[in-house]
């Protein structure tokens, strides 16, 4: 089980928990001061809280398009079961108001084609503040075919007006196929540049990020959760390469694209 807390993170409010569970199994916990998505990535589940069940149906893996979820309130007993056997992410943030539990079919999630060329990647938007209403909590996922970038160009997620602080942004990674990929952090003092492979988890603090490289044979899909003490996803990007976008006027977008057409 993969786990990021706002402790272990040693920031304030984002947080992940991955689950893989065997046919029949059961994970079940309380959601504190935390408001959770149950997503599925590969199979489906029942999902209980607050005296209602939610059924999600879930997908094969995270190459077939969008899931539906389930959003869980704060202050909850949770738990999740399934039949099956799958593979949960548990995306949450630190908050304030306790929203009702829901669910949230698989064909409502707005389905983004974003870039141009080797710049191409498919953006599920499950949790925005244009989708989904919660308090803090973000969520999209996206898929970058093998060859391409993606998180490009690099950019990083400004302070609000409050100044109190960045976003905090978690990546959590699967590659196709058990290949690999290349993420990279910088600015602020870092500058890292790591392999990633199915179920590593990168933390970005502070600082830009990008490009996230998929290599040509290896697509690569991302679950990018964030939240900060305001609820919007503002972004710069790192002047040095934001003429990259002036580039793709009519250059078509990769037609892989979506992903779940093609596996």
Sequence with gaps: MTTVTPESAGWRYSGLTVVELAPGGVHEWDTGQDEVLVLPLSGGCVVSCVDVDFRLA??????????????LPTETHARIESAGGGRFALPSARAQRRLPA????ADGVPVELRGTGHASREVHNLCTPETFDAD???????????????????????????????????????????????????????????????????LIPHGYHGPSMAPPGYHMYYLNVMAGPVREWLF?????????????????????LPLRRSG
């Design 58 to 71: 879930g997908r094969p893996d995270v190459f077939h398009g969008p899931a539906d979820f389930a959003y």
């Design 102 to 105: 829901r669910h949230h079919p």
């Design 136 to 202: 803090r909590l973000m969520v999209v996922e996206v898929l970058t075919p093998g060859g391409n970038w993606s998180s490009y160009p690099p950019h990083k997620h400004d302070e609000h007006t409050d100044r109190e602080r960045p976003l905090e942004e978690i990546y959590y990674f699967e590659i196709a196929g058990g290949g690999m990929g290349y993420q990279r952090v910088y600015g602020g003092g870092m500058d890292v540049l790591t392999e990633v492979r199915t179920g590593d988890v990168v």
């Design 236 to 256: 710069t990007d790192d002047p040095a390469h934001a003429w990259i976008r002036d580039t793709w006027a009519g250059e078509p977008v990769d037609p892989r």
